[in-house]
């Protein structure tokens, strides 16, 4: 699938009434003040992050070298949380708060995932950080993750400009 048909396909979606593709192509504008909903549950999840030490170095340490099943539960939750909720939207279709309809289409495997996955583990286990807990890590005083978040954003920024070249 190339680049122009994906985006035919979205726009062919977006001419429905009350559709949107997942994960969150909006077909209604919201207002800025609105979104402040958003920022406070990116607090209330950064919270939790570093109450449940996710994002604790020493707990990532932990799984990658095998020593405690701590991060192996949080995540393996994570996963049977979302394959039930994807289940349940599915089975009885769950629209969006703004009333829209979720169309999930599946999605076609390549090796550039494997690739992905390889670079962002290594990233991973060396830094002791993935995307989501940066900022709380940063929040929490740990400031030398800042090099790990400019990183993540040159390597995405890299991503994105040599996107075409990579096995996709």
Not at 94 to 111: A, D, H
Request: net charge positive; hydrophobic share 45%.
């Amino acid at each position: 699938m190339n680049f122009e048909s994906t985006i035919a396909e979205k726009d062919k979606i977006m001419q429905l009434p009350d559709a949107c593709e997942a994960p969150n192509l909006l077909t209604q504008k919201e207002k800025p003040v609105e979104n402040i909903k958003y920022a406070i549950l990116g607090f209330l999840f950064g919270l939790i992050f570093v109450k449940a030490e996710i994002i604790s170095w020493f707990r990532i340490q932990e799984m990658f070298r095998l020593h405690s099943f701590h991060m192996y539960g949080v995540i393996g939750s994570a996963v049977l949380t979302g394959a039930i909720s994807v289940y349940l939207i599915k089975r009885f279709s769950i629209k969006t708060l703004s009333g829209e309809s979720v169309i999930l289409k599946p999605k076609e495997f390549n090796m550039g995932q494997v690739y992905g996955g390889l670079i962002f583990g290594l990233g991973w286990a060396l830094t002791g950080a993935c995307p989501g807990p940066l900022y709380a890590q940063i929040g929490s005083g740990f400031y030398a993750i800042t090099i790990t978040l400019v990183s993540a954003i040159a390597g995405t920024w890299l991503y994105g400009y040599f996107k075409e070249k990579l096995p996709n």
